[in-house]
């Protein structure tokens, strides 16, 4: 797959999705994962999520900033695996592009709450995976075999 529809076909599951899984490394250096808001990707494939300072994300963040991402849609067995540079960001510019309503349950006075933050997922790496009809038609044979 060239280039370009690879982040054609990563743009277009991440948008169908409202919601990826995060995995950070915890201090004692097994995965940690949590399920995220998809904020609007960035033209040059960086991901955004919303997050406060103070949560155990931001802190594993900070400690070792290699992440990974993954998105999959279950109606397809479509699936991308991100892995990247993560960044926590308080730049009062961007906490107001990507507040979102739903924020307001967490941080109740807005965009301007200290522990507001965003993380910014550059990425290094993207595995893509999107079998098609004719794989779910065998996988499917192959299950009731079992």
């Known amino acids: 797959m060239a280039k370009v529809d690879l982040k054609k076909s990563v743009r277009e ?3 169908r999705n409202r919601y990826a899984k995060l995995i950070t490394t915890a201090s004692d250096g097994t995965p940690h994962g949590r399920i995220m808001t998809n904020l609007p990707l ?3 494939m960086v991901i955004w999520y919303a997050t406060g300072l103070s ?3 931001a802190k594993e963040i900070k400690k070792n900033p290699a992440v990974s991402i993954l998105v999959d849609d279950p ?4 699936y991308v695996s991100i892995m990247g540079k993560a960044e ?3 730049d009062s510019r961007l906490k107001k592009k990507f507040w979102q309503d739903g924020f307001g349950f967490f941080w109740p006075d807005g965009p301007s709450n200290p522990d507001y ?6 990425p290094t790496k993207i595995e893509y995976l999107n079998p098609g009809p004719s794989f779910h038609a065998n996988l499917t044979r192959t299950i009731v075999k079992l």
């Open 55 to 57: 949560t155990t994300k």
């Open 88 to 90: 926590i960001l308080t």
């Open 13 to 15: 599951l991440i948008e």
């Open 75 to 78: 109606s397809d067995q479509t």
């Open 117 to 122: 933050c965003l993380l910014k997922i550059t």
């Open 42 to 44: 960035g033209e040059d």
